[in-house]
C-alpha cells in the first residue's frame, strides 16, 4: 500500500462525518458524469472548432455551475465548515475543496449575469479595437513586429502608443467591473474580490506578499545590474542615451518579454528531429511514460483546430491528453514537455484518493511541473545530450543561454509584481488615481520611466484583468516552485553539488520523487502542506534566486 492509501483508509466516523460523507458520495455521482461530458465536450470543440460543439460546451459548463450555485448545499457545507466536527483530515480537505466551488458559484444570478455580460462587452472590445498610428489602423502583430525591429524612436514610440489606445476605450468599464464584482463580493462577506479570490484558491494574501516582498528585496540589484546592461546595448542600437530610453524601447508593449539582443537562434538544432519522440524517449527515461497519453493526444495542426496546447485530464482516471500543433522546433520542444509536464502529474495520481481531490493541489502547482519540464528544452547539457551536440555547439549554446534565461526570468518576476500590486490595489480601492498607482507600479519594479506628463490608463491595456482576475500572481509561484522543485532534487535526491550539468536524462530517482511527493497525493494536502512535506520548507523564492541570480 502506498504511503497516501493510508491517509486515505482512516477510522470511524462521527455523525456530523458520516452526514458529510454521505453528501459527497451522493455529490460525485452527479457531478462526475458531468464533468467527464463536459471535458470530452470541450476536447472536440477545439480539435473541430465548431461553434455548435462550442455551443455545447457553454450548455454542459452552466450546468456544472448550476450545481455548485445550489444555496441550501453551501448552507449545509458552510454549517459542516462551522461546526469544527469534521476532524477526519481526508473528509476535511474534501470539505475545503467542495466548500471553495460552491462559495465561488454563490453570487446571486442577477449580479453574475451582469458581470458576465460586462466581461464579454470588454473582451469583444478589446478583440475589434485596432489602435493606429497616423491614423492608419494597425494589428496587434505589426504593432509587436514594429517594437521587435524598429530603430527609429519615433516611430517606436507612435506603435507604443497605438498599443496603449485601447486602454481608453475600455478602462471605465473595467473599473466598472472591478466594483460589480467587488459588489458580490462584499454580499458574500469579503472585503473586495481580490480578497475573495484568494480565499478560494486556497491562498493567503499575507503569505503572497511575504513571498513577492522578498522576492522584490532579492532581485532589486540584481535586476538593476542586468537592466542597465540591457539599456546601455538598447541606447546604442537606437542611438539615444540611457537616460532617454523610454518604456517604447523595449521590445513589446509592457516590458513583460526579454528584448531580442541576447537570444539565440535554437531552432537550427531542433528542425531535423522529432520533437515527439525526444519528448516521449526523456520521460520513458525518467520513469514516467507517456505512451498511453499520446496515444489518446492530438498532436499536429489541423484547419480548425485550437491554434495553441493544452492538457486536460477528461475524467480522474487515467484519461489525460494534450493538444498541441507540433512543428520541430525549439518552441514546440519546450511546448511538448511542459504540456506533459501537467500530464503526468494528473496521470500519475493514486487512483484510491477520492475523486474531488484527484487532481493538483494547486493550479500553480502543476503550473510548476510544467514549466519544470518546459525548461529542458533550452538546458544545454539536456539539449547536448538529447540533441547529439559537440562540445562545441554546446559552448556556443551556454554562452548566451544563461545570460538569456537570467534576463526571462527577471524581467518576467519583476513585471509579475507590476501585475499582483497593481491587481490587489485595483480591486481595494477602484476609486483612486490608476493611471498614476500603474506608473508608480512600474518604475519601482520594472525600472521603466513614465512618460512626461502621461496619463493615460495604460493599465487598462492587459487584457488579463478583465478575462483572468487575480490570476496573474500564480505564473510567479509556478516559477518559484519549479525552481524549488529543481534545487532539492539536485541536491537531495540526486546528490550532487551543483546543477551545472544536470540534465536529468535518464534519472529515474526524479520520477519517483515526483510521483510519491507531488502527483499521487493530488490535492490531499493543502499546497503548502505538500511543498513543505516534499522539499522540507514552505513555498520560497530563495531557490529561484539562486537559479538565475549569477
Ligand atoms: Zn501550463
Same mark, same amino acid.
Given at each position: 500500500m502506498s504511503t497516501i492509501s493510508v491517509v486515505v483508509f482512516g477510522c470511524a466516523y462521527n455523525a456530523k462525518e458520516t452526514k458529510l460523507k454521505s453528501f459527497i458520495t451522493a455529490h460525485v455521482e452527479q457531478i462526475k458524469p458531468m464533468e467527464k461530458e463536459a471535458s470530452l465536450a470541450s476536447w472536440d470543440a477545439a480539435i473541430s472548432g465548431k461553434p455548435e460543439d462550442y455551443d455545447k460546451v457553454s450548455e454542459l459548463t452552466l450546468k456544472v455551475r448550476q450545481v455548485y450555485s445550489n444555496p441550501q448545499e453551501f448552507a449545509f457545507l458552510k454549517d459542516m465548515k462551522e *461546526? @469544527?466536527?469534521?476532524?477526519n483530515a481526508i473528509l476535511a480537505r474534501q470539505l475545503d475543496v467542495l466548500y471553495n466551488s460552491y462559495l465561488e458559484t454563490q453570487i446571486e444570478p442577477e449580479l453574475l449575469k451582469k458581470i458576465v455580460d460586462l466581461g464579454t462587452e470588454i473582451e469583444k472590445n478589446f478583440s475589434t479595437f485596432r489602435g493606429t498610428i497616423e491614423g492608419k489602423k494597425v494589428t496587434d502583430n505589426e504593432i509587436k513586429e514594429i517594437l521587435k525591429t524598429q530603430t527609429d524612436s519615433r516611430k517606436r514610440s507612435q506603435a507604443w502608443l497605438a498599443s496603449k489606445q485601447v486602454g481608453a476605450i475600455v478602462a471605465d468599464d473595467i473599473i466598472r467591473l472591478v466594483k460589480l464584482r467587488n459588489q458580490a463580493a462584499r454580499k458574500l462577506g469579503f472585503d473586495n474580490y481580490h480578497t475573495l479570490s484568494l480565499v478560494t484558491a486556497e491562498q493567503d494574501v499575507e503569505e503572497l506578499d511575504r513571498i513577492f516582498d522578498e522576492l522584490y528585496e532579492l532581485t532589486n540589484e540584481p535586476f538593476a545590474e542586468l537592466k542597465a546592461d540591457l539599456d546601455s546595448i538598447l541606447a546604442a542600437k537606437y542611438n539615444v542615451a540611457v537616460t532617454e530610453l523610454?518604456? &517604447? %524601447?523595449?521590445?513589446d508593449p509592457f516590458f513583460q518579454e526579454t528584448p531580442?539582443? /541576447?537570444?539565440?537562434?535554437?531552432?537550427v538544432y531542433y528542425e531535423n528531429k522529432d520533437v515527439k519522440e525526444l519528448a516521449t524517449r526523456f520521460y520513458t527515461g525518467i520513469g514516467l511514460p507517456v505512451e498511453s497519453i499520446l496515444a489518446n493526444s492530438d498532436l499536429y495542426e489541423r484547419e480548425g483546430k485550437n491554434p495553441h496546447a493544452f492538457c486536460t485530464? #477528461?475524467? =480522474? !482516471?487515467?484519461d489525460v491528453r494534450i493538444l498541441c500543433n507540433l512543428k520541430n522546433n525549439e518552441a514546440w520542444m519546450e511546448t511538448i514537455l511542459h504540456e506533459l509536464g501537467h500530464a503526468v502529474y494528473d496521470k500519475y495520481h493514486?487512483?484510491?484518493?477520492?475523486y474531488l481531490l484527484r487532481?493538483?493541489? %494547486?493550479i500553480f502547482t502543476t503550473e510548476a511541473i510544467a514549466m519544470f519540464f518546459g525548461?529542458? *528544452? =533550452?538546458n544545454p547539457a539536456w539539449m547536448q545530450q538529447t540533441l547529439e551536440l559537440s562540445d562545441q555547439q554546446r559552448a556556443e549554446i551556454e554562452n548566451v543561454s544563461d545570460k538569456y534565461a537570467q534576463l526571462k526570468q527577471l524581467i518576467f518576476a519583476r513585471w509579475d509584481m507590476v501585475m499582483y500590486n497593481f491587481e490587489k490595489q485595483l480591486y481595494a480601492?477602484?476609486?483612486?488615481?490608476l493611471n498614476s498607482l500603474w506608473w508608480q507600479m512600474v518604475e519601482k519594479y520594472q525600472l521603466v520611466k513614465r512618460p512626461q506628463g502621461r496619463n493615460e490608463?495604460? &493599465?487598462?491595456?492587459? #487584457?488579463h484583468f478583465t478575462i483572468?482576475?487575480? /490570476? /496573474? %500572481?500564480n505564473y510567479m509561484l509556478g516559477e518559484l516552485l519549479a525552481s524549488q522543485l529543481h534545487h532539492h532534487i539536485v541536491h537531495e #535526491?540526486?546528490?550532487?553539488? *551543483?546543477? !551545472?550539468?544536470? *540534465? /536529468? #536524462?535518464? =534519472?529515474r530517482e526524479l520520477g519517483e520523487f515526483l510521483s510519491k511527493n507531488?502527483?499521487?497525493?493530488?490535492?490531499?494536502?493543502h499546497w503548502n502542506e505538500m511543498i513543505k512535506r516534499a522539499t @522540507?520548507?514552505?513555498?520560497?523564492p530563495k531557490y529561484f534566486v539562486a537559479q538565475f541570480v549569477k
Open positions: *461546526s @469544527g466536527q469534521v476532524e523610454m518604456p &517604447w %524601447h523595449y521590445h531580442m539582443v /541576447y537570444d539565440l537562434d535554437l531552432d485530464d #477528461i475524467d =480522474r !482516471e487515467g493514486e487512483p484510491q484518493v477520492p487532481k493538483p493541489a %494547486h525548461r529542458l *528544452s =533550452r480601492n477602484p476609486e483612486q488615481d490608463p495604460d &493599465w487598462a491595456a492587459k #487584457i483572468a482576475p487575480c /490570476y /496573474y %500572481h #535526491i540526486l546528490k550532487l553539488e *551543483s546543477d !551545472e550539468n544536470v *540534465s /536529468y #536524462i535518464d =534519472r507531488v502527483f499521487e497525493a493530488g490535492a490531499v494536502y @522540507g520548507e514552505p513555498l520560497t
